[in-house]
C-alpha cells in the first residue's frame, strides 16, 4: 500500500536532495568482430554496436518520464580492444578509436569505454601497440574512456607496465594541454579491474561476460547526507543504520530501473553497482557526507574511519535490495567531481596522502586528482604502483586517474565541465621513486592469493 | 497498472478540475484522491488507474508538466512501481 509519506519521500529525494541513477551501461561484446584487417573489424564493430544499442537512449529517456527519475547518462562498454588488436598486426589502432566514437555519436549515449588492455601478467599480442595509442587515441576522440589494469590479487603487479603507463598518462595530458589536458580524465590504471563496472572512464565488457548485458550505475550523495543531518546526536550505531536504509531504497530503484531497461531493450539485466557517485552540483558530494557524520572538513583525522563505515554501510544495505551487485560498488571519491572534495583541498585540508590511505576502505581508488604539470613520468608510476599495492594486498580493487596540469603549478585550477568538474593542482613528493620503477618485473602476488 | 499524480504549490481556482480533466482526457480512472490547503499551500495527490489509456503514458507526463509550468505548481506523475520498489521489501 502506498502512503503519503513515502510518496513525498521519495520527490523530495529526486527534487531536492539530487537523486538520480547515473548511468545505464550496455555492455557488448566485440570477440565476434575480431579480423585480420582492420577496416573490417571496425565495419564490424559500427554494426554491432550501432545494431544492439540503437534503442539505448530513448529507452532510457522513456524510463526516466515513467518513474519520473532522471536518468544521467547512457553508456556503452566493449570487449578490450587489445583483443581485436592483436589480430590485426601492423595496423594502427586508433582506427578503433574513431571507430568508436563514430558508434557512441551514431546511438547518442555519453560515454563509450573499452579502449582498454589487460597485462597484470604480461602484454600480449596487440596489448603494447594499444597502450602506446592512447595519447592520441584520447586526443582525436571526445566520449572514448579508456583502462588498463595493470595488477591483480591473483597475479601480483606489472611493474613494466607500471613504468610505461606513467609515461602514457603524462603524455595524454601534453597532447590534450590546449583543452584543460582532458586525455588522461579519460583513462584508469586499474588494480582488480572489476569486468561488469558500468562507470566510467573504467568501464570494459570482460569476455566472461554475456553477449549484451545491461548495468546499472545507481547514485545518491545528497540523498544520504540530508537523511544523516537530521540526527546531528545519533550513535555511530544509528548512523550506520541510517545509511544502510537509504542505500536500500537508493538501489531498489536502480534495480527496478535495470530491469525495466532490460525487459525493454530485450538484454539481460547484469548487476547494480550501489555506488555512491558525486557530482560536482551542490548537495550531492560525499564529502558532505563524511562532515555530516562528525567531521569539520573533509581530509581531517577520521576521514578514513568515517568512510570504512559509510562504505560498508553502502554495501550492506544495497545488497539485500539487488538481486546481483557488482562492479566497483561503494563510495567514490573523486576530487574534481564532488563540491566538498574541492573545497578541502583548495582550503589544503585534503591531500593525495590521506586521499590514498582513504582509498583503502572506499570503493575504487585516487580519482580525478589534479598534479603538477611538471611531475615526472616516474613519480605517476610510482603514485599507480601504490595504489595498485593497497589493491592487490586487501584484495579489492584500485584505480589511478591523475590528471598532470600541464603548464600549471599548485594552486592552479583544471576546468573539465560537465560531470568530471574542476580541480585545484594539488602538491605530490617530488623526491625520485625512478630507480624503484626503471627496475621493471612483476611484484610477486601476496600470499594470501594462494586460496585453492 | 496506476499511476500518482503529486501536485504542490499555490492554491487557484480549478487546480483539481485541471489535473482530473487531463486524467479523463486520457481515460486514465481517478482512484483516490487525498487533498489538503495550508493557508494558501496547496497539496494533492492522486491515484490514477493507466491500465486503459488511450495514449502513452509519458503523453500524460508532458501534458501533466506542461500544467505545473503554465499554473506554477509543482507536478509530478509517476508510475506506482518506483514507490513500491523503494518503500517495500
Do not use: W
Not at chain 1, 583513462?187 to 563496472?197: I, R
Not at chain 1, 545507481?218 to 550513535?235: E, T
Not at chain 1, 547484469?270 to 550531492?284: C, E, F, N, Q, R
Not at chain 2, 487531463?22 to 481515460?27: D, Q, T
Amino acid at each position: 500500500m502506498l502512503n503519503v509519506y513515502d510518496i513525498l519521500e521519495t520527490i523530495r529525494m529526486i527534487q531536492d536532495e539530487c537523486l538520480d541513477i547515473r548511468t545505464i551501461t550496455m555492455g557488448i561484446s566485440l570477440l565476434d568482430c575480431i579480423d585480420p584487417d582492420i577496416d573490417k573489424a571496425c565495419e564490424k564493430v559500427y554494426s554491432k554496436i550501432t545494431s544492439k544499442a540503437k534503442n539505448l537512449v530513448s529507452v532510457g529517456e522513456q524510463i526516466e518520464k515513467e518513474y519520473g527519475i532522471p536518468i544521467i547518462h547512457k553508456r556503452i562498454s566493449v570487449t578490450p580492444i587489445a583483443m581485436l588488436v592483436a589480430a590485426c598486426k601492423g595496423s594502427d589502432p586508433v582506427k578503433f578509436a574513431l571507430t568508436l566514437q563514430k558508434a557512441a555519436d551514431a546511438c547518442g549515449v555519453n560515454f563509450i569505454g573499452g579502449y582498454s588492455a589487460l597485462v597484470q601478467k604480461g602484454f600480449s599480442a596487440g596489448d603494447l601497440e594499444l597502450i602506446n595509442s592512447i595519447p592520441e587515441a584520447l586526443s582525436v576522440t571526445s566520449n572514448l574512456c579508456s583502462s588498463i589494469n595493470i595488477g591483480s590479487s591473483k597475479a601480483g603487479i606489472n611493474m613494466d607496465a607500471v613504468k610505461l603507463m606513467g609515461e602514457i598518462v603524462k603524455k595524454s595530458a601534453e597532447v590534450t594541454a590546449d583543452r584543460q589536458c582532458i586525455g588522461p580524465a579519460k583513462l584508469v590504471v586499474f588494480c582488480n579491474a572489476p569486468e561488469d563496472n558500468p562507470f566510467m572512464a573504467g568501464a570494459f565488457h570482460g569476455v566472461g561476460e554475456p553477449d549484451c548485458v545491461i548495468n546499472v550505475g545507481v547514485s545518491g550523495p545528497g540523498v544520504v547526507r540530508a537523511a544523516l543531518v537530521k540526527y546531528p546526536d545519533a550513535s555511530i550505531d544509528e548512523i550506520a543504520d541510517i545509511i544502510k536504509k537509504t542505500a536500500f531504497k537508493i538501489t531498489r530503484m536502480g534495480q527496478l530501473v535495470g530491469s525495466r531497461a532490460s525487459k525493454m531493450l530485450d538484454v539481460p539485466f547484469g548487476i547494480v553497482d550501489l555506488s555512491l557517485a558525486p557530482t560536482p552540483a551542490v548537495g550531492d558530494s560525499v564529502a558532505h557526507i563524511l562532515e555530516a557524520i562528525g567531521l569539520e572538513c573533509c581530509g581531517t583525522h577520521g576521514t578514513t574511519a568515517a568512510l570504512a563505515l559509510l562504505n560498508d554501510a553502502v554495501k550492506k544495505g544495497g545488497v539485500m535490495a539487488s538481486s546481483h551487485v557488482g562492479g566497483l560498488s561503494g563510495a567514490f571519491i573523486p576530487v574534481s567531481e564532488d563540491a566538498g572534495m574541492i573545497d578541502a583541498a583548495m582550503n589544503g585540508t585534503l591531500h593525495i596522502e590521506k586521499l590514498e590511505a582513504m582509498t583503502a576502505v572506499c570503493s575504487v581508488g585516487l580519482d580525478m586528482i589534479v598534479v603538477p604539470g611538471d611531475i615526472t613520468a616516474a613519480t605517476i608510476s610510482a603514485i599507480i604502483a601504490d595504489e595498485a599495492a593497497i589493491g592487490m594486498v586487501n584484495n579489492k580493487t584500485t584505480a589511478v586517474r591523475l590528471i598532470p596540469a600541464i603548464g600549471k603549478k599548485e594552486g592552479d585550477i583544471l576546468e573539465f565541465g560537465g560531470l568530471l568538474g574542476s580541480g585545484p593542482v594539488m602538491s605530490i613528493n617530488t623526491k625520485s621513486p625512478a630507480q624503484f620503477i626503471n627496475r621493471g618485473g612483476r611484484i610477486p602476488a601476496p600470499m594470501h592469493s594462494i586460496k585453492n | 497498472m496506476k499511476a500518482v499524480i503529486t501536485v504542490i504549490g499555490k492554491d487557484n481556482v480549478g487546480i483539481l478540475h485541471k489535473v482530473s480533466g487531463i486524467c479523463a482526457e486520457y481515460h486514465a480512472n481517478v482512484i483516490e484522491v487525498t487533498q489538503s490547503v495550508l493557508q494558501d499551500m496547496f497539496a494533492m495527490i492522486m491515484l490514477v488507474d493507466i491500465s486503459d489509456i488511450n495514449a502513452d503514458f509519458s503523453q500524460i507526463v508532458d501534458k501533466m508538466n506542461a500544467l505545473g509550468d503554465k499554473l506554477g505548481l509543482s507536478i509530478h506523475t509517476m508510475h506506482e512501481d518506483i514507490f513500491n520498489s523503494m518503500h517495500n521489501i
